[in-house]
């Protein structure tokens, strides 16, 4: 079992070392992790946020524990060499188009939740975005008019084959969850063409899956529901920039953006199950990092899914998110759930209830 470990940016390394202190307080027989350098530490290091040698250590390797990349330093570099594009690199050239986020309360801790504990206790909703396409990675430029000011544009597209694929995986992700069997493809087919396109074949794709419920949402109103009406929602199916977005409102509803983890997957297989590469959903938090105050959280929870989708290893899963959901209801809280514990010690208390 070989995971390449990439730190990056910020609080990466702070919240990365953390998990990786509870894989190896797991004592895994034959597990072995591999640094390597990515974002703006590469960027200074190599002169690219995703040098040649990282891309081959994914590609040898059977998951990727990733941190995070972003430096405020690096803000002012020409696009292709923007820490960020060490993570987008990553999923495109890996292909790991599917990206699951799941946003969840656990049991007895609705208090988290900004919501009222009858809401909160029923958030339970899985995002299945697709992460190799949309706005993200189509052409883009800037070009100055004719009067001399500027303007930029990035263009929006989905292809049939792109969301075909990402359909079938939230159909099947739904169908292997909780008890809902329910898929809500999240769009904006009242005003986009991409978004037409992505509807049209949502329900060409829900054919052969006729035991999921399949409803269709724009993603304004998705937005205010989430919030409002978050037990309507099981698997959320959508586009990559939708998904960056609404995930991160899925963070609040829950409690912190320090709380969610994310799997991002492909059809390549690993040793025991998929490749995949395993991230918060936060970014470098510039704003605090270097001050051991980070919740690790996020990412204890992504290296627990690295162990069941790409290993295989449900029950080692099951005893992290225990352990971090035992943390939790101890009081064990970091600056961002109103608590005073650093990241170190988050740590330990997981470690500690493993
Ligand atoms: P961010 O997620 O880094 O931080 C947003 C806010 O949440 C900040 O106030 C931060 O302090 C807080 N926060 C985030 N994670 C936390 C944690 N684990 N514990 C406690 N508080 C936490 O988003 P941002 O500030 O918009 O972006 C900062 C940089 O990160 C940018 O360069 C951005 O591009 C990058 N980014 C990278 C990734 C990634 O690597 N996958 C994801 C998102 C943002
Ligand atoms: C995320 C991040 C990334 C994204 C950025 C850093 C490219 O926000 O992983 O959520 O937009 O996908
Ligand atoms: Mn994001």
């Known amino acids: 079992m070989k995971i390449a470990v ?8 702070e919240v990365t070392r953390e998990a990786v202190q509870v894989l190896e307080a797991l004592s895994l027989p034959g597990l072995t992790l591999f640094d390597a350098d990515v974002g703006g530490m590469a960027y200074k290091r190599h002169g690219h946020p995703l040098p040649q040698e990282t891309l081959t250590m994914a590609r040898e390797s059977d998951a990727v524990l990733f941190g995070a990349v972003g430096d405020p330093d690096c803000d002012g570099l020409a696009r292709h060499l923007r820490p960020e594009q060490a993570i987008l690199g990553l999923r495109k050239e890996l292909e790991l188009f599917a990206n699951l986020r799941p946003a969840k309360v656990f049991p007895g801790l609705e208090h988290l939740s900004p919501l009222s504990p009858e809401k909160a206790a029923q958030i339970d909703m899985m995002f299945v975005r697709e992460l190799n396409g949309d706005v993200y990675f189509g052409d883009k430029g800037t070009r100055i008019g004719a009067d001399g000011s500027q303007e930029g544009w990035d ?14 995986v939230a159909f099947r992700t739904a169908r292997a969850g909780d008890d809902k069997n329910r898929v809500t493809s999240v769009d904006k087919a009242n005003v986009l063409e991409t978004s037409q396109v992505w509807r049209d074949t949502v329900i060409k794709a829900a054919a052969p899956h006729p035991d999921i419920a399949l409803d269709h949402m724009y993603v304004d109103n998705a937005a205010m529901q989430i919030i409002t009406n978050p037990g309507a929602f099981g698997v959320i199916l959508t586009g990559n920039l939708f998904g960056d977005i609404l ?4 963070s609040a509803a829950v409690g912190s953006i320090g709380l969610l983890a994310s799997a991002s997957m492909g059809e390549r297989q690993s040793a025991h199950g998929t490749f995949g590469l395993y991230e918060p959903i936060h970014g470098s938090a510039p704003d605090i990092a270097g001050q051991g105050k980070a919740n690790p959280m996020a990412t204890i929870l992504s290296a627990a899914m690295m162990l069941r989708h ?12 225990a352990a971090v959901a035992g943390a939790l209801a101890d009081g064990i809280h970091g600056g961002d759930l109103g608590g005073t514990h650093g990241t170190q010690a988050i740590g330990e208390a997981v470690r500690e209830r493993l």
């Open 310 to 321: 790409s290993f295989g290893l449900e029950a080692e899963a099951a005893r992290i998110e």
């Open 6 to 13: 990439m730190p990056g940016d910020g609080i990466g390394p």
């Open 155 to 168: 263009m929006m597209s989905y292809s049939e084959k792109e969301v075909t694929r990402i359909a079938h």
């Open 247 to 250: 995930s991160d409102l899925a």
